[in-house]
């Protein structure tokens, strides 16, 4: 199932997009919203698929509406830093030996399509597509890949907006560059785990202007999905509703010779993973 959620800001009802690939179906009659709560529960995704296959969804108008993130009620967005082969290259990191583990307040998190915001003072905005994991079922010292994979609900795009000069070059920890209000667009859909049989099959790409700048595959990541979800949870419990960034690959603006081509306001950024969606951001300044 391809999960979704329609409306402005705060007010969004939740959808299903069926298997056409354009109409979308309301399930705010089966369900009060896509969260935690709603991925956790296989009574209630068992409801819907019955009542998707059955056609007696109603259909969704939202022409005009806005997209917001799949995911309502995140408790914790847990990012993986150089996971690609390729980008740990560019940006001149060795290959690290164990997953490097920040995290990102869950309220940088937007709409696949809204705007992001240049923080103020900012020189050196960033790009960062990335596969992202939504979990379904509490997860803690998890014993093997087959447990991890197991306890994720599903998958989306994300874009890990990075403020580089206040991650790196400002002291501390990359929090500072990471954090900054709508630097975590998520979406459009949360696709359910049995639609993506192989989580490192994917290609994402990434466009600035019309340009492409990231063309990758999540078969170069260091360290595989399942991989990804059985560390962390050594380290912190995962509940349902949490979302775990996976990392991105090459191309982008801090590996790119002088003089690296940073966002500014104005920029349009593209970007899609196959099969998950496609997102697209106007830059405005804070």
Known sequence: MKLLRVGTAGSERPALLDRDGTTLRDLSGLVPDIDGALLADEEALGRIRSAAEAGELPVLDAAGERIGPPVARI???????????????ETGAATPAEPVVFLKAADTVVGPDD??????????????????VVVGRTARYLGSHEEALAHIAGYAVAHDVSEREFQIERGGTWDKG???????????????????????????????????????????????????????????????????NTGTPAGVALGQPEPKPFLRAGDVVELEIEGLGRQRQLLKDA
């Open 115 to 132: 705007t992001v915001l240049v923080p103020r003072n900012s020189e050196k905005t960033d790009w960062e597509v990335e596969l992202a």
């Open 178 to 244: 990471k954090n900054c209000e709508t630097f975590n667009p998520l979406g459009p859909w949360l696709v359910t785990r049995d639609e993506v049989p192989d989580p490192q099959a994917l290609p994402l790409r990434l466009w600035v202007n019309g340009e492409l700048r990231q063309d990758g595959s999540t078969a170069d990541q260091i360290f595989p999905v399942a991989e990804v979800v059985r560390y962390v949870s050594q380290f912190m419990t995962l509940y349902p509703g949490d979302v775990i």
């Open 75 to 89: 408790g914790k967005v847990v990012c993986i830093g150089l996971n690609y082969h390729d980008h740990a290259a």
